[in-house]
């Protein structure tokens, strides 16, 4: 797994007890040997309003690119440190250089980078 990999797995990672159950898709931030920095995905709540911490992807063309069913909004703020092993990579950002501005003003906004 590498930074920009948009994985699936469980999360809120430390609420859950049962690892199999509560997975949703997250976007992977930082990554070392055995654990990552991963910011919370939602797809409920989406409005054309969203913070400029926030990364929308919502193009019908760049959810099938990165295999999501429907508009989700990452939240680069809410962000927790997983165990990699517990996440299976779903696809890259880079499928969709279209969003590299929209993501780049997020993790700015967030303080990422």
Known sequence: MKAGDIVYGP???????DRRKMNHYCFVLDVNEEQMLVAAETSSH??????EYE?????DSDL???HLS????????ETSEVKVSDFDVV???????????????????????
């Open 46 to 51: 989406i409005d054309s309003c969203n913070e």
């Open 91 to 113: 696809a890259n950002i880079q499928e969709c250089q279209n969003l590299m501005p929209k993501l780049w003003r997020a993790l700015r906004a967030a303080g990422h980078i």
């Open 55 to 59: 990364f929308l992807v919502e193009d």
């Open 11 to 17: 999360y809120p990672y430390q609420a859950i007890t």
């Open 70 to 77: 429907k508009t989700t909004r990452f939240n680069m703020t």
């Open 64 to 66: 099938k690119k990165l």
